[in-house]
């Protein structure tokens, strides 16, 4: 007897709303560490709405998945009616997480691009 296979079936749901991941202005950003070792950079554009996370070049596995867990901090963020810069400090001096590290406080910077911040990030 041969196996039936039945097509699936797909339904579309809506996804959390989020920022725009692109930016082509300058941004402030904040390094996010784990145990004093480098995860990444959350970062959010000066001039447009949009926020992500870069991770750091020697933070291998980790720095990806910190990647995954901010960009769900950064939903849950918007979701609560928070712009971007206050998403960028709203986790800055909370205990350190698991996946995510921590924010310092007031220890924001600027850089030109996103671009820029990414060369940053390979250098880390």
């Known amino acids: 007897m041969e196996p039936q296979w039945d097509d699936p079936e797909f339904r579309t749901f809506d996804a959390p709303q989020e920022w725009s991941w692109t930016t082509d202005g300058p941004v402030r950003y904040v390094l996010v560490t784990r145990e004093g070792l480098p995860l990444g950079f959350l970062w959010v554009a000066s001039m447009s709405d ?63 691009s996103l671009a820029g911040l990414s060369e940053l990030a390979d250098r880390s």
């Open 50 to 112: 949009a926020a992500g996370f870069v991770p750091a070049a020697t933070s291998g596995g980790a720095g990806m998945n910190a990647s995954v867990a901010w960009v769900g901090r950064l939903r849950s963020a918007k979701a609560a009616g928070d712009d971007p810069f206050a998403a960028l400090r709203r986790w800055a001096g909370e205990a350190e997480d698991a996946l995510c590290g921590s924010v310092p406080v007031d220890a924001e910077s600027e850089i030109s």
